[in-house]
């Protein structure tokens, strides 16, 4: 029988079968990759760190959602009112997710205490503002009235998320409570020292330019303020003055409690009244600064904020390479004009960039706020301060030092900063071989501007210089926050002197 | 669907070819076919942004034997493609496949870009950026056509070379012998206007490497005695796999019988496999000076300098014998170092005449605060100097000491002295009076190559030694070192392996 026995016809038919449906499949019809499913379940977290883990997330995933979606680099736009007034209230997705999560947890009269911190924030982020009342209270209350010491410790892990400092992720701020609760529990702190420190830690505020119920708290505050400070001993100051930060003029408020009585002081007299001394003079606006702080500190005005410039003459500028400037006209900041010195390094933000994701412009939240500046105040005379690091960025075969500056140069240009630059070149030290290490010496600039208190001058600080060359104002970083802070009227003002001057001026 | 262009190769299972290492293409993805791949990659990609590829291919065949008897012959390739896109104001996000075929590039570079879209970023490009540097890869020996050749047919005749004798003598053989290649490349879009050469300085140009190793134990049917030799290079030609034969053979003979020692410091004759087997937990903390340069712990921290507030490390300092340097060179033809091209190119010493005198380094640190703008990784590969003295030598002017094959298991226990503890293997003699008397169990010891290499008595001439590479598709780590004679060597304890 030709082609094998039945049985192996049958078999081969088969083969022959298989085969034909197996080639007629689609080779190509792979599976594509898909996304697996993601959806957080809400209903599994059985926990309140769960649940705040929750609420991160998505706080997290809203904030980077909207940086995707807007395109916005939201880093070098200019403050606006909104959000001088301090973190905003949190999205609908995020206040759902904690009301959602938190749910099982909603019993502020009847939950346990044991998760007491986690519960109080997760109530604030579900915007259920009265069971964190009651909570806290709850919380206040349970403590024996002879622990103040436990007392105070659990106001002062409260305000700051009453307050909205330095913890973020519950909104806006809640000033009427954090008030309300000081007001009611401070007076059973026993120790003097700690009161005082909750009372000045509520008369906090956001932005220069505190509104009309702000200003109301601050001198609520201020009145329990004095008294307290009238019933102070020796013994309480020195602790007090002791803990003084004195480097400076930083923010206004937070840190320590001479850093806010001080800022507290600053509030109850207005920024107006600062502002209205500096269209007087400068030297009346540094002595009302300068006692302030005396009064805050109990210490001599003389030693207002060691080391920080206020008043004092700025040095002219030092320079090897001047781009964008002549040299020969004079010194800078130049005599009779409103100066802004600014101190900028791109090594210190950029780095040298490794991969390509480092190229995207790490330094623009100092550089755009400078560009906004100087579009801003045609008039006012802006010098970037620099200096020669033997490479620039990733650059460095046949790098020179006038090479280094013209590419400084274009570097600032690239965001619209058209100002002189002045660089300083030579100022390091190599360690002998085979270490080899570069260290940079402090630059003469570096001495001059530091005033005193030694070390380099740090990338992106500013200093606002009136036209006698006395320093009005420092800040530490040129970014956005320098655009609309009280910079800016600093500068309207100096400014409108110097044109006051120029047409009195024989 | 249309069944998508294959790349060279057919990967369904009905097309696959009989014989793989005559399949269609090489082995190893070549220069042209990464090109290629970048090219789909990049038609594929959607939405703007930039496109990084990182390709690589390994091929290995390997043949493996034990109790006279091969166990396993195989070959081995695989291809990764790892795709990573940076859509406008996204992270970057990556997906890695390992099939060539339009379908799977393209669901990778999907995959990418939904990563990509999950973060946000800065704004792409901001700012000003002068041109990328160019960076050419130092020259190397890496490449071998003699180890690529080396068909599976040939491997079972090498094989059968070396079994024949040993069963021969009634001994037991277990061996393994692999020769692999390799290819891979870095290509990226990012940056087109600022490139003067084809690869940005993150990237990677295109090069291929292989690599070969023969090892083979030889053991007596009673399981006293046992002897080992062994070679890698990534040349097939430097192996001489009759002789490692006869030695293994020679030293199993030689080992049987051994007795029982009791531990403590002894005079060592290390034979060059041992000496490497040592150091090479010595050479690894070569690799950054960033560590002890940045105030955390390593052999080579030298403390805090407080007056000039840094952190120093040992650079400059005698720190072993003063005949020792260790070097390595990336040209070197008999070392075969594959290295990136950001890498310092030329001869780089790491210990001078005892002195530390380099530690590797990134290319960010080279750039910022050093002489150069290279990176160094490290001792990738290195040679070691030494002297003249045979291992016949050393024994003969010795009176009392022991004759090391090789160690194993090391184990790290104390990063800053190195000190470390292993184990003495397949052949340990003892030695009186200028003669070997006898075969010994072998030891665990409790040492430091640093203190070794401050104890040294005599040296001998360098040569290559056994280093593969572990890992599937990793580069080689080639060493040459002398033989040396020790003093003081610290034995802790007997134990019962041969």
């Known amino acids: 029988m030709p082609y094998g026995t039945l049985p192996t016809r049958i078999y081969r038919f088969g083969l022959l079968a298989a085969g034909a449906v197996l080639l007629s499949v689609p080779a190509s019809a792979q599976t594509l990759f898909t996304w697996p499913d993601t959806t957080v379940d809400i209903a599994a977290y059985t926990t309140v760190e769960e649940c705040q883990a929750a609420v991160v997330r998505s706080l997290s995933y809203t904030d980077s959602r909207r940086d995707l979606t807007t395109g916005v680099w939201v880093d070098t736009l200019p403050l606006d009112s909104l959000d001088v007034q301090g973190p905003r209230p949190l999205s609908a997705a995020v206040v759902e997710t904690a009301r959602r999560c938190g749910e099982r947890f909603s019993g502020a009269d009847t939950v346990s205490l044991s998760d007491f911190y986690a519960l109080f924030r997760l109530y604030l982020q579900a915007e259920w503002d009265d069971r964190a009342r009651t909570l806290v209270n709850r919380r206040l209350t349970a403590i024996e009235d002879s622990n103040s010491t436990e007392r105070a410790a659990v106001l002062d892990s409260v305000l700051p998320v009453l307050l909205a400092r330095g913890s973020r992720g519950v909104g806006a701020p809640r000033f009427a409570m954090a008030e309300d609760l000081v007001n009611a529990w401070a007076p059973r702190v026993a120790d003097r020292v700690k009161r005082l420190d909750l009372y000045t830690a509520v008369s906090s505020f956001f932005g220069t330019d505190p509104d009309s119920a702000t200003t109301a708290r601050i001198l609520r505050i201020a009145q329990k303020v004095g008294v307290i400070l009238d019933s102070l001993t020796q013994r309480d100051i020195d602790e007090l003055t002791s803990a003084t930060e004195a480097f400076g003029d930083g923010a206004e408020t937070g840190g320590d409690f001479a850093q806010r009585y001080y800022a507290l002081l600053n509030a109850v007299l207005g920024r107006q009244t600062f502002l209205d001394s500096l269209r007087h003079s400068t030297a009346a606006y540094v002595k009302l600064k300068r006692d302030n702080w005396a009064q805050a500190t109990g210490m001599l005005p003389e030693s207002y904020r060691f080391g920080a410039p206020l008043g004092e003459h700025a040095k002219p500028i030092e320079a090897d390479i001047w781009l964008g400037y002549d040299p020969s006209k004079g010194p800078r900041p130049t005599p009779g004009r409103v100066s802004l010195v600014v101190f900028l390094d791109n090594h210190e933000c950029s780095g040298v960039p490794r991969v390509p994701s480092r190229l995207q412009g790490y330094c623009a939240r100092n550089l755009v706020p400078l560009r906004r500046l100087q579009a801003r105040f045609p008039d006012l005379e802006i010098t970037v301060v620099s200096r020669t690091h033997g490479h620039f960025l990733y650059l460095k075969d046949g790098i020179t030092p006038q090479r280094e500056a013209e590419l400084t140069k274009q570097w600032l240009e690239a965001y619209g900063v058209n100002a002189p630059l002045a660089m300083t070149t030579g100022d390091f030290m190599q360690l002998p071989d085979p270490d080899s290490r570069r260290f940079e010496r402090l630059s003469g600039n570096d001495i001059n501007y530091s005033f005193g208190k030694g070390g380099e001058v740090k990338n992106g600080k500013a200093f606002l210089i009136d036209q006698d060359g006395i320093v009005v104002r420092v800040r530490d970083n040129v970014n956005r926050y320098a655009v609309y802070e009280d910079l800016n009227e600093l500068i309207d003002i100096l400014l409108e002197r110097e044109h006051h001057l120029s047409r009195v001026a024989p | ?498």
């Open chain 2, 1 to 498: 669907m249309s069944r998508a262009p294959m790349l060279g190769r057919s990967r369904l299972r009905g097309d696959e070819p009989a014989r793989l290492v005559e399949a269609e293409g090489g082995r190893v993805l070549s220069r042209e076919e990464c090109d290629e791949i970048f090219r789909r990659v990049t038609a594929f990609a959607r939405g703007g942004g930039e496109t990084r590829v990182v390709l690589s291919s390994w091929w290995q065949g390997e043949l493996r034997w034990a109790r006279n008897r091969v166990s396993l012959s195989s070959d081995r390739r695989h291809d990764s493609i790892l795709v990573e896109r940076s859509i406008q104001n996204g992270v970057p996000g990556r997906a890695v496949t390992d099939q060539l075929d339009d379908v799977s590039l393209e669901a990778a570079v999907r995959a990418a870009e939904r990563a990509s879209g999950m973060g946000s970023n800065m704004g792409h490009g901001v700012g000003f950026y002068p041109e990328l540097p160019e960076y050419e890869r130092p020259a190397g020996a890496i490449w071998s056509d003699a180890t690529y050749g080396l068909t599976t047919e040939r491997r079972g005749e090498i094989a059968r070379s070396l079994i024949a004798p040993a069963e021969a003598k009634g001994m037991l053989s277990a061996g393994y012998l692999e020769v692999r290649a390799a290819s891979g490349t870095v290509l990226g879009t990012a940056f087109p206007e600022l490139r003067s050469g084809r690869s940005a300085f993150w990237e990677e140009p295109y090069q291929a490497w292989t690599q070969a190793q023969c090892s083979l134990t030889v053991r007596d049917k009673t399981g006293t005695g046992s002897g080992w030799a062994g070679l890698s290079s990534f040349d097939w030609t430097a192996i001489d796999a009759p002789a490692l034969g006869a030695r293994a053979l020679e030293k199993c003979i030689a080992s049987q019988h051994p007795v029982a020692l009791e531990p403590g410091r002894y005079t060592v004759i290390l034979e060059p496999q041992a000496v490497a087997d040592l150091v090479e937990i010595l050479v690894k903390t070569f690799s950054y000076r960033e560590t002890p340069e940045g105030g955390r712990g390593s052999p080579w921290s030298l403390g805090a300098d407080e007056a000039m507030k840094l952190w120093r490390s040992k650079l400059g300092l005698k720190v072993v014998d003063s005949r020792i340097t260790i070097s390595h060179d990336t040209a070197d033809p008999a070392l075969g170092i594959v290295a990136s091209h950001t890498e310092r190119p030329g001869k780089v010493t790491f210990i001078d005449h005892g002195v530390l005198t380099a530690l590797g380094n990134r290319l960010e640190t080279a750039i910022a605060g050093l002489p150069g703008w290279h990176s160094l990784r490290g001792a990738t590969g290195y040679r070691m100097s030494g002297g003249k003295s045979s291992i016949e030598e050393m024994i003969r002017t010795t009176k009392r000491g022991l004759v090391v094959t090789r160690f194993s298991n090391v184990r790290l226990l104390d990063g800053t002295s190195i000190l470390a503890t292993g184990l003495t293997r397949d052949g340990l003699w003892l030695v009186e009076n200028g003669k070997i008397t006898k075969a010994v169990k072998n030891f665990r010891f409790t040492e430091s190559p640093l203190f070794m290499l401050n104890a040294i008595e005599q040296l001998g001439v360098p040569v290559p030694v056994f280093r593969p590479t572990r890992k599937e598709g990793g580069a080689p780590t080639p060493a040459i070192v002398p033989p040396l004679k020790v003093r003081d060597f610290s034995f802790t304890s007997t134990i019962d392996a041969i």
